[in-house]
């Protein structure tokens, strides 16, 4: 008997389909990371982490939050950002992952109805799978679809809490949620919103605070802020009122359960968040790179991408994305081709993630290489 079969069977009918995933170590120009403030190297947190080390902030927590693993640096950044962010109060976890997925099993209750964006992130995915509440998806950035999903569940005779679930800037496609209708959506039907600020925070905002501005402080909103993306770091941030704050540490198993992050992590999460907040020409630059971008990749096929760093371009089929993606490897580019089930059927695409690791000759440089790499995908 072959135990292992089914795992070869499924693997290689992902070879056949072209994919199936591996790892690289990055290498080339980067355009495909979320460091796109170029902070995972930066000197001066590299400085920070050296002297915090020193003076005896731990490297590791030791256990949970509520055995022992709780330390003053992760009060103090919680602190922080409920103040940074103008929320009541904060909760940091491990990852972004891990927080979206503790949101999304914790809070919904009985009862309750989670009305999502088509393309958010799998977290949301996992946590409503291990929530109490009904989940329904909307299509993408359709406010008209929230609005009557509403209507339809109540004259149904639903009356619990409406949450409803969105990313601030999608992370395959680079566009942005219409937050402002959304924040009006949910103040009429008395709904919460969450609204994950992954791609967002760091880019975009005051400081650096991310897309969501005055909505993020309102009573009915959560936002999730990662530190592994633009921060540089690592760990997720959920803003929130008080009470809810208090129902996480008292209902949510992937905090209860899980050992607390680094209290290391923590303080260089607060120290990459003052950096952004104090260092404007960070935004500049990268904003700088966008608009050269569009220039660069005008008339190739990039769906409903708005201002952002984030550059889909969708090619249709796997193979072909993947052997676009392997050229430009091949030529010192660092582009990763993107498939289902991570994007739509027939949606696979080159994700061109720009970041302040290159130089605006670099975005130059790809560009021709991209376009010299489509034509010959084109005559095969």
Excluded at 110 to 129: N, R
Excluded at 234 to 246: A, D, V
Excluded at 298 to 326: C, K, M, N, T, Y
Aim: charged share 20%; glycine share 10%.
């Amino acid at each position: 008997m072959d135990r292992f079969k089914p795992y070869r069977d499924q693997l290689a009918t992902l070879e056949q389909a072209g994919r199936k995933r591996r790892l690289l170590i990055p290498g080339g120009k980067d355009f495909s990371s979320n460091d796109y403030l170029g902070l995972s190297d930066n000197g001066y947190l590299k400085e920070i982490a050296q002297t915090a080390i020193a003076n005896g902030i731990a490297h590791g927590s030791g256990g949970s939050r509520l055995l022992g693993g709780n330390h003053p640096e992760h009060e103090t950044l919680e602190a922080f950002a409920a103040s940074h962010y103008g929320a009541e109060a904060s909760l940091f976890f491990g990852s972004g992952f891990a927080a979206n997925t503790a949101l999304f099993a914790t809070l919904p209750q009985t009862g309750d109805l989670v009305l999502y964006d088509a393309l958010v992130h799998a977290s949301v995915h996992d946590g409503m799978k291990l929530g109490r509440a009904v989940f329904n998806p909307f299509l993408h950035n359709d406010c008209n679809a929230v609005e009557q999903a509403i209507r339809t569940w109540r004259a149904e005779g639903g009356s619990g809490t409406i949450w409803i679930a969105v990313e601030s800037l999608y992370s395959m496609d680079g566009d942005r949620a219409p937050l402002a209708d959304l924040a009006k959506i949910a103040d009429a039907h008395a709904a919460m919103l969450v609204i994950d600020e992954a791609h967002a925070v760091g880019v975009f905002g005051e400081r650096g605070t991310g897309l969501a501005g005055a909505i993020g402080r309102q009573d009915n909103v959560i936002a999730l802020r990662t530190c592994g993306k633009a921060l540089g770091g690592e760990g997720g941030i959920l803003t929130m009122p008080k009470i809810l704050r208090e129902f996480f540490i008292n209902r949510a198993r992937p905090f209860i359960f899980s050992t607390a992050p680094s209290p290391l992590t923590a303080h260089l999460a607060q120290q990459a968040i003052l950096y952004v907040a104090d260092n404007p020409s960070l935004q500049a630059g990268l904003a700088g790179h966008i608009a050269l971008a569009r220039d660069c990749f005008s008339g190739l096929s990039l769906g409903d991408h708005q201002d952002s760093q984030i550059f889909p371009i969708i090619l249709g089929e796997d193979r072909v994305a993947v052997e676009v993606a392997a050229r430009l490897q091949g030529q010192g580019f660092d582009v990763r081709a993107i498939r289902p089930p991570t994007v739509p059927a027939g949606t696979a695409r080159l994700r061109i993630s720009l970041t302040l690791n290159v130089t605006q000759d670099d975005i130059r440089d790809l560009s021709a290489a991209l376009h010299e790499a489509l034509a010959l995908a084109d005559a095969a």
